[in-house]
C-alpha cells in the first residue's frame, strides 16, 4: 500500500486501523459456493440488515441488498488463505469474523469516520468487527483488495489475542500486517530506514507503541521501522521461521504466546530487542546504501556515455556530410 494511505489511518489509529487505495481495475466475480443465512440464525440478527455466512466470515450489508456480499465473502475467505492457510478463527469459540459491507461511500463515512474517497477498509479490532467500502474495492485491482484486505484482518485478528485485553503494541500492529500483506520491505523503505540511521533520526521504537507520529515522513518511517523491526523481533529475536510464523504462534492464544506479548511490553526488554536491531540493521542499512549509490553512480555513467557516444555519432556523420559535400 501507498504511504498516502497509510497516513490516512492516522486519524483514527486510537480505535481503528486501516488501509487504503489508488484506482485499479474492476473487480471480477465471485465464484466459490457459501451459504446465505437468513437474518434469525446471525448473532445479532438485525432486520434493517441482510446476512451471508462464510465458513469463517458472517457478513452483513444495510438493507436494501444492493451489495453481493458472496464476492466479499469470497475476497475475505481468500484473503485469510493469504495470510495463513487454514486458519479458523471459529475454533478459539470467538465465532466467525465479523464483516459489515458498506454499499456506497455516505454509509462507509457513516460507520467509519474516514475518507471514504481513498480508504478502502478499516478494521476496528476494539469492536470486533472490519468495514469493507465496497465501491472503492470493486474498483480496485485484485492484489490490491487481497494487500488491504489482509491488512486488516491481521489487525482484527490481533484484536482478538488473550480475548482482546492482550496488549498488542502498534509496531507490532502495524509491522504485522504490512508484513503479512507483502508491504513495508521496498528498496524505498530500506533507502529511507538506511538515512534515518545514518543521520540518527529513527523513531524509537518505545514512541510506537500506542500512537504513530503526525507528519506525512514521520509516520512513514514509523510504518517502516514498525516493519523491519517485527521482522527482527520474529526471525532475529525469538528465532520464528517468517513473521507469518509468529502471528501464527500469537493467535494460537496460547499462556506462552501472551508471555510473550507481555514481554515485548516490558521496556528493557524492548531496549535490548532494538538495540540488537539496530545494531543490525546499521550493517545492512550501510549496504543499502553503498548499494544505491553506486547504482546511481553506474546510472550516471551509463548516461554520460550515451551522451557522449550520441555526440560522437553526430560529429562523425556531420564530418561525413561535409566529405561528401566535398567529394561531390
Ligand atoms: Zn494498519
Request: hydrophobic share 40%; net charge neutral.
Amino acid at each position: 500500500m501507498t504511504r498516502r494511505i497509510s497516513i490516512l489511518a492516522l486519524a483514527a489509529i486510537a480505535v481503528a486501523f486501516s488501509a487504503t487505495i489508488a484506482p485499479g481495475a474492476d473487480a471480477s466475480p465471485a465464484s466459490r459456493e457459501d451459504k446465505p443465512t437468513s437474518s434469525t440464525t446471525a448473532p445479532e440478527a438485525d432486520a434493517s440488515f441482510t446476512y451471508r455466512e462464510t465458513p469463517r466470515f458472517l457478513l452483513r450489508a444495510p438493507q436494501p441488498d444492493r451489495t453481493d456480499l458472496r464476492f466479499y465473502g469470497e475476497l475475505c475467505e481468500n484473503a485469510l488463505d493469504l495470510l495463513s492457510p487454514g486458519f479458523d478463527p471459529t475454533r478459539s469459540g470467538r465465532g466467525p469474523i465479523d464483516v459489515r459491507v458498506s454499499p456506497d461511500e455516505r454509509d462507509f463515512a457513516r460507520e467509519t469516520g474516514m475518507n471514504a474517497a481513498r480508504t478502502l477498509a478499516v478494521a476496528f479490532p476494539g469492536r470486533g468487527y472490519i468495514v469493507l467500502n465496497a465501491p472503492a474495492l470493486s474498483r480496485a485491482d485484485p492484489a490490491e483488495r487481497f494487500g488491504v484486505v489482509g491488512h486488516e484482518l491481521v489487525h482484527l485478528l490481533l484484536g482478538r489475542v488473550g480475548g482482546g485485553r492482550a496488549k498488542v503494541p502498534l509496531w507490532l500492529h502495524e509491522g504485522l500486517a504490512q508484513l503479512l500483506s507483502g508491504e513495508g520491505e521496498s528498496t524505498g523503505d530500506a533507502i529511507r530506514l538506511a538515512w534515518a540511521g545514518l543521520l540518527g533520526r529513527r523513531i524509537a521504537i518505545k514512541d510506537l507503541t500506542d500512537t504513530f507520529p503526525y507528519g506525512e515522513s514521520s509516520a512513514a518511517l514509523a510504518y517502516t521501522e514498525s516493519a523491519s523491526f517485527t521482522r527482527h523481533v520474529a526471525t532475529e529475536g525469538l528465532f520464528f521461521e517468517s513473521p507469518r510464523e509468529f502471528f501464527e504462534y500469537l493467535l494460537s492464544n496460547s499462556r506462552q504466546a501472551r508471555e510473550t506479548l507481555t514481554d515485548l511490553n516490558d521496556q528493557a526488554t524492548l531496549a535490548q530487542l532494538e538495540a540488537a536491531w539496530r545494531s543490525h540493521s546499521k550493517m545492512s542499512g550501510r549496504i543499502v546504501l553503498i548499494l544505491t549509490s553506486s547504482g546511481a553512480i553506474w546510472g550516471a555513467i551509463v548516461v554520460l556515455f550515451l551522451i557522449a557516444y550520441v555526440r560522437k555519432r553526430r560529429r562523425e556523420k556531420r564530418v561525413i556530410e561535409d566529405w561528401d559535400a566535398w567529394e561531390r
